[in-house]
């Protein structure tokens, strides 16, 4: 990742993981997923941060100005279901005297590739642009 994310109106601050099988998917020249919305990814989830570093990245100019309210970790109740099971959280160091000089991340998950999942994203990217799922 080489982008910090920012605040998720009511979510902590987290990034999307989404698997598949490889076996089930064909990967188009353009670098997306041939079927992506028939596929059963093998799993979905959320990685998290540390509510010390979000804080600090927070602090910097280009996070000041995010408008959307800041949903601390002790505050979403979908890491809290997560954190009673597993540790969501990412480790990381940082680059430099502080957090503006970079930050590096890291995690280990476990995926059971026979898994399948139900997948209904909101919407959706074809070539001929980005589409509302209407299920």
């Known amino acids: 990742m080489s982008i ?4 998720y109106t009511g979510g902590a601050t987290h990034i999307h993981v989404l698997t598949h099988n490889a076996n089930n ?8 997923i041939s079927g992506l919305l028939s596929t059963h990814p093998s799993h979905i989830g959320r990685l998290f941060f540390d509510q010390d570093l979000i804080s600090q990245v927070d602090s910097l100019s280009l996070y000041t100005t995010d408008t959307q309210k800041l949903t601390t970790n002790a505050n979403d109740d979908i890491l809290a279901g997560e954190a009673a099971d ?3 959280f990412k480790k990381y160091v940082l680059l430099g005297e502080d957090v503006s ?3 590096f ?10 898994a399948g999942r139900e997948l209904s994203p909101t919407a959706y990217y074809t070539s ?3 589409f509302e799922n209407e299920n």
Not at 105 to 114: E, F, G, M
């Open 25 to 32: 998917t064909t990967e188009l020249a353009n670098g997306t």
């Open 105 to 114: 991340a890291w995690i280990s998950v476990a995926i059971d590739p026979t």
């Open 128 to 130: 001929d642009g980005g």
């Open 4 to 7: 910090f994310p920012g605040h």
């Open 101 to 103: 000089n970079g930050i």
């Open 86 to 88: 597993i540790d969501p």
